[in-house]
């Protein structure tokens, strides 16, 4: 038997490739609209941004920067071969831009009333790496 071999029979866990650079950049607390200026793929740096408007009380603001990451991230999941479903774990670094752009859209969407899409992407989240929702919830 290999090494990580599902044993459920579902798909594979999906690993993004590393970016570096927007999460150094981050790390060394470059204004996350920089970040996202200059690295607009980045999930992370959508989200870091959704993460600042909402704790400053800008939930529509955070709603659409969150969306643009978990669009982004969606775009990477499925160049790295995600079939629009199987785990996407916390455990590896380079999916938490996606995983917390996730967890910030359904926080927003929950703060302006749209239940539904909070529903969504709350299940979403867990399916798709437990550990990011109790991390992040």
């Known amino acids: 038997m290999a090494i990580?071999?599902?044993?459920l029979g579902g798909p594979a866990p999906t690993h993004l490739p590393d970016d570096p650079e927007p999460r150094a950049a981050l790390a060394a607390g470059t204004d996350p609209a920089e970040v996202a200026a200059k690295y607009p793929a980045s999930s992370l740096a959508w989200a870091s941004l959704a993460d600042d408007a909402f704790e400053a009380g800008r939930a529509v603001e955070s709603y659409a920067y969150a969306r643009t990451g978990y669009h982004r991230g969606l775009d990477a999941l499925r160049r790295a071969g995600w079939k629009g479903h199987g785990p996407v774990p916390w455990e590896h670094e380079p999916n938490r831009g996606?995983?917390?752009?996730l967890h910030a859209l359904a926080?927003?969407?929950q703060a302006i009333g749209e239940q539904e899409e909070y529903e969504r992407c709350s299940t979403f989240l867990r399916d798709s790496s437990p550990t990011a929702a109790d991390t992040l919830g």
Do not use: D, I, S, T
Request: net charge positive; charged share 25%; glycine share 0%.
């Open 4 to 7: 990580h071999e599902n044993l």
């Open 98 to 101: 996606f995983l917390r752009a």
């Open 107 to 109: 926080r927003a969407a």
